[in-house]
């Protein structure tokens, strides 16, 4: 079973400071994800105010919540736990602080560059080009710090997990320049469907290749912790790694379906997303196997239940996910709230509920301090299920009713008040989501500052 370093006096690491960081980060989002609903509800509502025009909080909200929260949070966990897995010390605790620093000034200059309007203007590469730079470096530094960790390990045996964190890294290290067409600073984009197709190869890979490594990642380290059991295969934790990278990583043309993009592409991307059923359902098995007949031990665990429940989002968002790649659903689904419902499930369900319970399973060990309320954890948890089950039921709903509009011919003007009602319910699921972000944080700062300090032998029980 993985291990917990022991740490003799905690110290507020870059680790920790992630995670500090992604629990702002969730709330800041959700407000700019809230100002956006509230536009879609009543578009003279903020009465122009350039700043908060839908058009400048949408790539707010969503490059926040992506990079921010889900991203920032699930690599603070991992430079904690991967020095953990390779029974070595982190190479450089200062080269971490210089990855965070780095990534909190990207992820800053979104609310800052785009309430000037001062953006690429393409979908999830909208930070400009110094921005990037930024963003290539922090990437490249957690790099070296951890491939330096990994050669100065005393664990010859490479966890899954490690796999994971480190793939991710590399692969971001690599996609993140070609998606925003770094070599062009002015314009970050090539002329015609050529760019469409790189776009969405990098907007593809940053949940693919980004987030869902980084989040399987904490839950094959958790799980088996959680639930004092060996993982159930190793074999199997392989077979879900590379099927990922060799499946994954090549089928964003089903996001551009409707455009005019080779026919061998759309062939491909469409088969892909039919056979990730493949990496799927090798990690779920996986996971749930390792964690049979002993469930209640993560639903009772605080950070177990949001991991448990991450995985469920997991398979919902992977059964609908090839099933939309079809193109005689996305006739229906494309261009309408159906996405936008799936977008939630994804990032919000499978990511981020796991960026939640690896904050919760680590930040014991981070402080030196038992979690502050784990009742305040109930009360987080409830809040963001009942704001995302919401959230998916009303935003599929009105995606079938855009749906059938477009089918009859309707124009975009006409569908609008069918969809109204859906609007106002999710601004109002909204604020649950937004609560939960609230009450998150402040449960978090105030474990930071005033949790009853662990003693040693107790402290050695929760790192044991
Ligand atoms: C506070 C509650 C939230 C509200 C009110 C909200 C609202 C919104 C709105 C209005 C959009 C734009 C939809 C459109 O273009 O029609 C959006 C998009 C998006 N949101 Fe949220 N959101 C919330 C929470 C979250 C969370 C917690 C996450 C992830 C952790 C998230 C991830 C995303 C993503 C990835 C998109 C882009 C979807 C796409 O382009 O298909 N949101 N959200
Ligand atoms: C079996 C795996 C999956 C498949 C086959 C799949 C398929 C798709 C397809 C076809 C779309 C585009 C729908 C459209 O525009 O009509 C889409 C959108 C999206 N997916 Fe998935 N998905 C999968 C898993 C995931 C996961 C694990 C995540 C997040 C961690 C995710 C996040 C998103 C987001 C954020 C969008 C919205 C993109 C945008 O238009 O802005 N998906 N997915």
Partial sequence: MPAMPTTDRPRFSA??????????????????????????????????????????????????????????????????????????????????????WLWQAAVLSGP????????????????????????????????????????????????????????????????????????????????????????????????????????????????????????????????????????????GGHHILQAPIPNWLRTLSVVDSVAMIVPVTVVLVNVWMTARGRLGMLWNDPAGRFILVGTFWYLITCVQGPLQSLPSVQKVTHFTNWTIGHAHIAVLGFAGFIAIGALWHVVPNLTGRRIYSRRLISLQFGLAMFGLVGFFLVLTAAGLVQGQAWQRGETVYRALPSIAPYMILRAMLGVSILASAAVGLYNLLMTVHRGEPIENTLAQEVQA
């Fill in 15 to 100: 680790a920790l400071a992630f995670l500090v960081a992604g629990g702002v980060w969730f709330l800041v989002a959700g407000l700019y994800g809230l100002a956006g609903a509230v536009h879609l509800m009543a578009p003279e509502f903020f009465n122009n105010i350039p700043w908060l025009v839908f058009g400048r909080t949408r790539p707010v909200h969503v490059n926040t919540m992506l990079f921010g929260f889900v991203a920032g949070s699930l690599m603070g966990a991992a430079l904690h736990y991967v020095p953990a897995l390779l029974r070595a010390k982190l190479w450089s605790p200062r080269l971490a602080w210089v990855s965070f």
């Fill in 112 to 251: 800052v560059t785009f309430a000037f309007g001062i953006t690429q203007a393409r979908e999830y590469t909208e930070y400009i080009w110094p921005v990037d730079v930024c963003v290539v470096l922090a990437v490249g530094t957690l790099i070296v710090n951890l491939l330096m960790t990994l050669a100065r390990r005393g664990e010859s045996g490479l966890y899954v997990s490690v796999w994971y964190v480190v793939g991710a890294m590399l692969w971001t290290a690599a996609l993140y320049p070609i998606g925003n067409i770094m070599w062009r600073p002015q314009t970050g984009a090539v002329p015609g469907i050529l760019d469409s197709i790189i776009l969405w190869f990098y907007g593809h890979n940053v949940v693919g290749l980004l987030l869902t490594p980084l989040a399987l990642a904490a839950v094959y380290f958790i799980v088996p912790r959680i639930t004092k059991t060996p993982l159930y295969s190793h074999t199997l934790s392989l077979i879900g790694f590379f099927s990922l990278a060799a499946i994954y990583s090549h089928i």
